[in-house]
T-cell receptor
Framework: DGGITQSPKYLFRKEGQNVTLSCEQNLNHDAMYWYRQDPGQGLRLIYYSQIVNDFQKGDIAEGYSVSREKKESFPLTVTSAQKNPTAFYLC????????????FGSGTQLSVL | AQSVTQPDIHITVSEGASLELRCNYSYGATPYLFWYVQSPGQGLQLLLKYFSGDTLVQGIKGFEAEFKRSQSSFNLRKPSVHWSDAAEYFCAVGAHNDYKLSFGAGTTVTVRA
């Protein structure tokens, strides 16, 4: 079955540590996205990528970095510069570079130790 | 700038009763409107979308939504809810052929027996 796989489901970060969240899709989708979800705030866009080796900042990119070396993969690194990283992180993809229908992974809950 | 308001943070409804979730948007041009549903600890799933044409759109799981331009609204309805409809519901707005979506803060639906 095609879909988006996010791992791990739960992740803990120590102070000053960088952590990387994995996102893999086998839908052959061109565009991939990272959203951050906080209770009562909906989803906010961190980064998006429309093609391999290219990505753009979203609304809240500070303290985060991404790479898109393969079409299937779009990992997100939460750096030590992100002072409030505790949140639910969602990866999504779309067939084209449009918002017509987002397919979401099941998310990663990141917490700070 | 585009934005979405979901006035109700939490709604409790009895099983078998009707459900209506409100969504108001702010957008300068013709909006593309979406409703997504999220089960606890999971990603989001598209329920329905409106791009143009008939202002009453049908979606999955027996949901429908009506676009009212004069009221800048896109309310979601279901005639008879099932216990499995307990979830968080997000309204979103975007532009045609654009990557970006603006999500509302979400409405949590609790279904009582």
């Amino acid at each position: 079955d095609g879909g988006i796989t996010q791992s791990p489901k739960y992740l803990f970060r120590k102070e000053g540590q960088n952590v990387t969240l994995s996102c893999e899709q086998n839908l052959n989708h061109d565009a991939m996205y990272w959203y951050r979800q906080d209770p009562g705030q909906g989803l906010r866009l961190i980064y998006y990528s429309q093609i391999v080796n290219d990505f753009q900042k979203g609304d809240i990119a500070e303290g985060y970095s991404v790479s898109r070396e393969k079409k299937e993969s779009f990992p997100l690194t939460v750096t030590s510069a992100q002072k409030n990283p505790t949140a639910f992180y969602l990866c999504a993809s779309t067939r084209g570079a449009t918002n017509e229908k987002l397919f979401f992974g099941s998310g990663t809950q990141l917490s700070v130790l | 700038a585009q934005s979405v308001t979901q006035p109700d943070i939490h709604i409790t409804v009895s099983e078998g009763a009707s459900l209506e979730l409100r969504c108001n948007y702010s957008y300068g041009a013709t909006p593309y409107l979406f409703w997504y549903v999220q089960s606890p600890g999971q990603g989001l799933q598209l329920l329905l979308k409106y791009f143009s044409g008939d202002t009453l759109v049908q979606g999955i799981k027996g949901f429908e939504a009506e676009f009212k331009r004069s009221q800048s609204s896109f309310n979601l309805r279901k005639p008879s809810v099932h216990w499995s409809d307990a979830a968080e519901y997000f309204c979103a707005v975007g532009a045609h052929n654009d990557y970006k979506l603006s999500f509302g803060a979400g409405t949590t639906v609790t279904v009582r027996a």
